[in-house]
């Protein structure tokens, strides 16, 4: 098991990632967390490991440095800026190919609130590296344009009582051109902090990242 902390060089700025590689780990899922969180987030920290559990590496980063985040607290200029962080996911993933526990690993992203968006951005950037996306009370829309040029299937994970991002998650599952699922949890609110819902997103993204891997080593499967 491989886990350390480390710091990837993202342009001009090293943001903090804490990543975690299972013995048998044959692929990686990199995490991009909402706005106003971070890599500590607690959700996102509960699904990777059942993840690693799964035989999943995982890698949860930062998306801002500790400055932007300062100043993001008085002024959110940086939490919806989906290009920038699109932007800096696709630095990420470019860096695994290169670190020595992941090279050669498919990625898959897994993106929550605003990070969904930023994750579709990333994916519709590196086709030929991203196998899978899944969204957790994700705000696809946010994504814009790069929907329609997202070639790894999505999974859209929305609690039954997020009325409105329900909606939206539904008129940009329309705009997707890939296979792509909505699925969701009755009774979960935007934080799926309901007894057992958690659970829930952490089942679903884990066979989905598995149907993945399955169809990528079955030539003719529609992956």
């Known amino acids: 098991m491989i886990s350390q902390s480390v710091l990837v060089p993202?342009?001009?700025?090293?943001?903090?990632?804490?990543?975690e590689v299972p013995v048998s780990a044959r692929s990686v899922v990199l995490f991009a967390h909402g706005s106003g969180s971070s890599r500590r987030s607690p959700r996102n920290r509960m699904v990777a490991g059942h993840l690693r559990v799964a035989g999943l590496a995982t890698?949860?980063?930062?998306?801002?440095?500790?400055?932007e985040e300062r100043e993001d607290e008085w002024s959110p200029e940086y939490r919806f800026d989906i290009p920038l962080l699109g932007d800096r996911l696709v630095a990420v993933i470019d860096w695994l190919e290169d670190h020595?526990?992941?090279?050669?690993?498919?990625?898959?992203?897994?993106g929550a609130s605003t990070g969904a968006a930023a994750a579709l951005v990333a994916a519709a950037q590196r086709p030929d590296r991203v196998i899978a996306v899944v969204s957790r009370g994700g705000r696809p829309d946010l994504a814009g344009?790069?929907?329609?040029?997202?070639r790894a299937p999505v999974l859209l994970v929305v609690g039954g009582r997020d009325r409105e991002v329900l909606r939206l998650n539904e008129e940009a599952a329309r705009r997707l051109r890939v296979p792509h699922m909505l699925r969701v949890v009755p009774g979960a609110t935007h934080l799926f902090e309901e007894p057992g819902a958690l659970e829930q997103v952490a089942a679903a993204a884990g066979a989905w990242c598995e149907q993945r891997l399955t169809a990528l080593a079955?030539?003719?499967t529609d992956a």
Do not use: I, K, N, Y
């Not at 993202?10 to 990543?19: I, P, Q, R, T, Y």
């Not at 020595?100 to 897994?110: E, M, N, S």
């Open 59 to 67: 890698v949860l980063m930062d998306l801002l440095t500790e400055r």
């Open 145 to 150: 344009e790069a929907l329609e040029r997202v």
């Open 10 to 19: 993202v342009g001009d700025e090293v943001l903090a990632a804490d990543v």
């Open 100 to 110: 020595p526990g992941t090279r050669g690993f498919p990625v898959a992203l897994f």
């Open 218 to 220: 079955t030539p003719g």
